[in-house]
């Protein structure tokens, strides 16, 4: 039997390719140098000792979340819209590798966990009605806004345009979150329990537990993965290469593999991955000075864990993960012709910027977002990892089925 | 999981051996559901009773260490000389020890302080998070500042500077034996109180705190700051030696920390112990942040047996920083157990909230109170001294408290 499989078409050299793959190395020797400084500095004043491994964790994730376009918003699409679920590999996978790694730190630093040693530095947040509705509210912002924050932060290089209202919405909903903060957390989540899974249970159950949750999941999502179409016989020569690294998508398990692993050197090293305390953090800052909110913020200064806000004059080793992941996303889409400026109008914008109000609540009264709560939550075996999620999960199918996303930017997608 | 598995999976599933299929997917879902579940229960379960756990529960479970045992004893407390004296509250207590910012922007229109008999210093604590200015960059008209750190204590010695050098202090800031000190700061004037608990140890007399300190000034009222530093003349005050009956040292707390663990922790001595760091310090849930406040830390966790825990916020106004009314500040403490028939000793971590809590107590209330100023950063490290804590566990160094 023969199968006729597509030819690769011809990827050729063009004058714009010189271009971009000189930016691309200029992005990543600034990168680089960025990250010599800091090493040669110890970070002083500007993150302190862990700026240049921050920094350079970050350029790993920017390079991971486009290759492998690891996104939560277009994972949910695919998997909702075009019903393919492959895409949630790559999420199961980076879930599966954290959780084992952060098991292993875990013992190492607390030997027989209980419900009074949970580590303090992982993202073990309150379980209560308040992470559901932040987690519901996030979903729906990042259907409207057309992508979470991490994803807004690798797509922009892409030229994806909208995510700068999304940004900037982001930053508003932080405001707005920081205001209601008060209400919801004496409503809500004072006195809601942290659940630890290993709390009592130990480090073997809670982690075969979440592995067997993953491979469940992973079983029951078979049903959407679509036929995989297959290529023709290859030489792997220079082309093949440069057509595997920068045009063709990463397999989901290995980007959702490298993602954990990451994800464990970041906690190892300094904290769980997030990608939104510094922007709220500066949010907090301006707010603070221009005297519309207390210097204090009940609950959330005295013990809750997660990417919270703190009151911050420099850039953390939070604010250098950032900076990588964007400067690493644009020298890995450049040299794959993935900066495209997509189409912009100020219809689209403004309903970006209330996704990204959506968003920014949501991940303040969650503490956090897709990255912060829900992988480095999960991978940290809390629960509250898990509802975040599954509330994101609801809001984005419910979105994607009524379309938000097409009526918030037509003829876009 | 792999790809291979998941293309397998995907390709045409035959109808036929779906129900074995179904029923092999049933008993794994809900295997998983049970064990996460229990997973859950168990792990919640355990976590409210220790979320509620903590307040009052056990008085003194590690107090028993005092050493009562039979044989010799050796003493652990160091017998440290300290040149002092006894020389009663009279000149401690001031009339009117709050001065209000309208107060002090009365003066400042009238003209030069020091021709009004009046000294203004600023003494802050310029942590890079305060939102107030700090000195360098601009401060109240006319004001002076004092680095608490270096120019009233001694260096590589935990003491403040002898009275000669606090007479030369004194002088150079203009101050003489009929000035009113005025004294503010940021941090809702904690080391502002703390250096007018020092100006008093070596006998000044009218030293007052301006209310509210540098943010009622800049932040509530939005008063003017300026970048000139004043020249005054010299002043004529000569420093008293310390007054003891001001400060509290460590055998003293010890003989009242001893009487309240014989009695399991409740405070029988006839003095009364008032911790004002915050509750989770208190009850021995949390150390110091070594981040911020490096070189405060303790090796042990908890409170000396017997101190009732009143936190310094509570007798400010939120707002504007200022004490509270003296009867509402009374009832505070007198809610929170405190006898005010007996004397009173007051410790945080370094003494500097304390002595916040003593301008309240002595000056505002005119109680008889010293501040224990080695605090929590001495009992804590100390070998030997009863310590309660209310956690429930080992806590500290020596616990799995982490950090």
Redesign the interface.
Known sequence: MTVQVRADRELGWTRADTVRTVIAVAVAAVLLGLAGYLSATDGEGLGGSNAALMLLIGAGLGILFERGRYCFFCVFRDLFEKRDSRGMYAILVSIGVGTIGYAVIFSTRIPTPTADNVPTDAHIAPVSLALVIAGLAFGLGMVISGGCIAGHLYRLPEGHLRSIPALAGVVLGFGLGFLSWDAMYSGFILGAPATWLAAGNGYVLAVLLQLGVLVGLGVLLLRWNPPVQGRGDRVVDAAEVRRLVFFKRWPALFTGAAVGILAILAYYKDQPLGVTQQISSMTRTGMTEAGWMDGFMPGLDERLAGCVAMVVDTITTNGWLIVGIVLASLAVALPGRRVRVEKTTAFNSLTALGGGVLLGWGAMIGLGCTIGVLLSGTQALALSGWVFGAAIVVAAGLGFRFGLHRKAAPGVF | ???D???A???APTPRKSAGRTAI?VV??AA?AG??G???A??????????TAGSDTAGSDSAESGGTGSGDTATTVVAADIPGEHRGFDEVHTEEPLATTDWLAERLEEGELHEQGIVLLDVSENL??S?LTPYAEAHIPQAQYVEWSEEFTAPNTREFISAEEFTELAQSLGIGEDSTVVLYGDNNNWFAAYASWVFNLYGVEDVVLLDGGLHKWE?YDERELVEEVPSVPAGNFEAKPQNHDLRAFQPEVLEIAEQNTEADGDAVAAVNLVDIRSA?EHDGEVGVDPDIFQGEGAAVWGHIPGSVNVTWTQIVD?ETGEFLPAEEIRSIYEEAGVDFDDPIIAYCRIGERASHTWYALSQILGEEVKVYDGSWSEWGNSVGVPVANNS??RAGLWG???D
Not at chain 2, 44 to 50: L, W
Request: avoid cysteine.
């Open positions: 999981m792999s790809t598995e998941s293309t999976g995907a390709g997917a794994a879902a998983l064990t996460a229990f997973v859950v168990n792990s919640t379960g355990d976590d409210a009773g220790s979320t890079p998070s939102e932040l989770e939120e429930g566990e799995q408290s982490g």
